[in-house]
């Protein structure tokens, strides 16, 4: 009990009420400045979601400009498999018109046809 009789005649000396103001000062500047942390890392992770959120919005810009690409490249292929199959009909009956011994065989003009 001596120790907290001690305290309180401390803390109502002149000395001891500085001290207690110092305290309260002291704390007062450490809580501004664990504030002015908190506000630093809440912005930083801020700009780190919005940095997220462009990254996803480009990747889905990304993933759509590629997927009318390859919309793009199988619209040719298929005009390209249909022209070679045209080709390839039109040959195979002019092939079938031949006589049976010639049908096997290419001519000139015909490999020249199919480069």
């Known amino acids: 009990m001596t120790i907290v009789l001690k305290l309180i005649a401390f803390f109502g000396s002149a000395a001891g009420k500085y001290a207690l103001i110092g305290l309260v000062a ?13 506000a630093a890392s809440r912005k930083c992770e801020f700009a780190a979601k919005q940095r997220e959120i462009e990254i996803r919005k480009r990747d889905a810009r990304i993933g759509e400009l590629s997927a009318k690409a390859d ?13 070679d199959d045209e080709f390839q009909r039109k040959l195979e009956e002019e092939l079938a018109k031949r006589p049976a011994a ?11 046809r199919l480069r």
């Open 26 to 38: 002291g704390g007062f500047a450490l809580g501004l400045r664990q504030q002015g942390y908190n």
């Open 71 to 83: 919309e793009r490249n199988q619209i040719e292929q298929d005009k390209d498999r249909k022209k």
């Open 102 to 112: 010639a049908r096997c065989t290419l001519t000139e003009p015909d490999r020249l």
